[in-house]
C-alpha cells in the first residue's frame, strides 16, 4: 500500500471518510445530529460493516436463552449506539452540556468527595456501555481531578483526531503504553482520579468470568489500586430511552482485598448493568477470544 509519510494510504482515506461524516453534520443541531448517526449505525454501517454478525455470534453464545428475536434486535441496535456514541465524543462542549445534566444515582458520589478532599487516588473504571465519557464530562464538570486512559487506534490519522476530541471533553488524557503509563501514575500518586475502560480483551490477563463465560481480564486496575491505596470505583454513563441522555452511576468502592477477588468483582458489576442495558454494550469486540488455558500457546 503506498505511504504519505508515515501514515498509509489506506488508513488516511478512512480517515478523511469518518471526518467528511462527522464535520458534514455539524450544521445540524446538536439532537438531530446524534440521532441520525444513530440512524446510519442501525440502518448502515451495521449491515455493511458486519457488526450484526459479530453481535449475534456473541449473543448466541453468552445469552442463548433470549429468543432470536430479541438477539436481532440487540444486533440491530448496538452499532446504533455506537455512532452515536463517536458523534458524542466528536461534538465537544455540546455533548458536555448534555452530560452535565445527568441524573447521578449509586452510592459512591459521597466516597468520591472524601476521596477528593483527603488527596486519595481515586481508579474510575467502566467498560464500553451507554457513553463511558459521560462520566468523566459530568465529574469534571463538578470539578473532581479526572483524567482518562485510552488505547490508541490501529488507525494513527483517526488517532489523532480522536484524541482531540476526548481532550475537548476533558484533560489530562493519558496513552496505553510506557511514557504514559508512567504520566497517569503520577498524576494518580498526586490525588487524581483516572478513569479506565477495562472490558477489553487482554492476552495475557486471568481467566475470570463474564457473562458466563471465561474472560480473559487484565488485573491491573485492582493492582494499582492496592499500590497506591487508591479507591476503585465503578462508573458508568447509561444511556437513556430519548438516546441523548444519561444516568451517570457511581457504584460503591470495591473493597481492597486481593487482585483477583477484586477485579472479579468489578466484571460482576459491570455484567450486571449489561443485562440491564443489553443493546448499549460493544457486543462487536472479541471479549471471549482465547478463553482456554490451552489457547495461550496458539
Known amino acids: 500500500m503506498?505511504?504519505?509519510?508515515?501514515?498509509?494510504?489506506?488508513?488516511?482515506?478512512?480517515?478523511w471518510m469518518a471526518a467528511a461524516l462527522l464535520e458534514g453534520l455539524r450544521p445540524l443541531p446538536y439532537r438531530r445530529r446524534i440521532a441520525l448517526l444513530g440512524w446510519l449505525g442501525v440502518h448502515v454501517v451495521g449491515p455493511l460493516a458486519g457488526l450484526r454478525s459479530r453481535v449475534r455470534n456473541n449473543l448466541d453464545m453468552v445469552a442463548p436463552e433470549l429468543p432470536a428475536a430479541e438477539r436481532n434486535r440487540i444486533a440491530r441496535q448496538v452499532p446504533g449506539n455506537m455512532a452515536r456514541t463517536i458523534g458524542e465524543i466528536f461534538a465537544g462542549a455540546e455533548f458536555v452540556a448534555h452530560a452535565k445534566q445527568a441524573k447521578l444515582e449509586g452510592s459512591g458520589l459521597a466516597h468520591l468527595h472524601d476521596a477528593h478532599a483527603k488527596g486519595q487516588?481515586?481508579?474510575?473504571?467502566?467498560?464500553?456501555l451507554g457513553n463511558y465519557d459521560a462520566a468523566r464530562a459530568l465529574l469534571l464538570a463538578q470539578g473532581f481531578k479526572v483524567a482518562g486512559f485510552y488505547m490508541p487506534?490501529?488507525?494513527?490519522?483517526?488517532?489523532a483526531r480522536y484524541v482531540a476530541a476526548i481532550s475537548r471533553i476533558g484533560t489530562p488524557v493519558f496513552a496505553r503504553g510506557r511514557d504514559g503509563l508512567a504520566k497517569m501514575l503520577r498524576f494518580l500518586r498526586q490525588g487524581g482520579m483516572v478513569g479506565l475502560v477495562t472490558d477489553h480483551y487482554m492476552h495475557h490477563g486471568a481467566l475470570l468470568d463474564f457473562m458466563g463465560q471465561p474472560a480473559r481480564t487484565a488485573l491491573s486496575a485492582a493492582e494499582m489500586a492496592l499500590k497506591y491505596n487508591a479507591l476503585l470505583v465503578p462508573v458508568y454513563g447509561?444511556?437513556?430511552?430519548?438516546?441523548?441522555?444519561?444516568h451517570v452511576r457511581i457504584e460503591a468502592p470495591v473493597p481492597h482485598s486481593d487482585p483477583v477477588t477484586m477485579t472479579r468483582a468489578l466484571n460482576a458489576s459491570l455484567e450486571?448493568?449489561?443485562r440491564q442495558n443489553m443493546d448499549q454494550w460493544m457486543w462487536t469486540h472479541r471479549r471471549w477470544k482465547k478463553?482456554?488455558?490451552?489457547?495461550m500457546d496458539a
Do not use: W, Y
Not at 153 to 159: K, L, W
Open 121 to 128: 487516588p481515586v481508579i474510575l473504571v467502566t467498560g464500553h
Open 238 to 246: 447509561i444511556r437513556q430511552p430519548d438516546g441523548l441522555g444519561f
Open 272 to 274: 450486571t448493568l449489561v
Open 2 to 15: 503506498a505511504k504519505l509519510g508515515t501514515i498509509s494510504l489506506r488508513h488516511r482515506i478512512q480517515d
Open 153 to 159: 487506534m490501529r488507525n494513527p490519522a483517526f488517532n
Open 291 to 295: 478463553n482456554r488455558v490451552e489457547d
